[in-house]
């Protein structure tokens, strides 16, 4: 209960602040909003490249799955010569 009565005399002193320093609060306002403008610009120009360096990842390592897959068609080929190799030896004793 002592919130709701705390938070409304807080809503209604800002309003009688506001309407008594409207024209301070215009001021105020123009002078931050270039200041928010800039740091939300910065911010956004900052995560956008940092997706990029992501996608950028991303294309690295699709590149490497196709060498991997190369490779791991090698490496079957060479398990099933050892296992016809070790079938012969089995077969000579």
């Given at each position: 209960?002592k919130?709701?009565?705390g938070?409304?005399?807080a809503a209604?002193l800002?309003l009688?602040?506001l309407?008594?320093?409207f024209g301070e609060?215009l001021?105020l306002?123009a002078?931050?909003?270039?200041v928010?403008l800039?740091?939300?610009g910065?911010l956004?120009?900052?995560?956008?490249?940092d997706?990029?360096?992501?996608?950028?990842?991303?294309?690295?390592s699709?590149?490497?799955?196709g060498?991997?897959?190369d490779?791991?068609?090698?490496?079957?080929?060479?398990?099933?010569?050892?296992?016809?190799?070790?079938e012969?030896l089995?077969a000579?004793k």
């Amino acid at each position: 209960m002592k919130t709701l009565i705390g938070g409304a005399v807080a809503a209604v002193l800002g309003l009688i602040g506001l309407s008594v320093w409207f024209g301070e609060f215009l001021q105020l306002l123009a002078g931050a909003l270039p200041v928010m403008l800039l740091l939300g610009g910065g911010l956004a120009l900052y995560l956008g490249f940092d997706e990029l360096k992501d996608t950028w990842k991303k294309d690295d390592s699709a590149a490497d799955v196709g060498t991997v897959d190369d490779d791991s068609e090698k490496y079957k080929k060479e398990i099933d010569d050892l296992k016809k190799e070790v079938e012969t030896l089995k077969a000579e004793k």
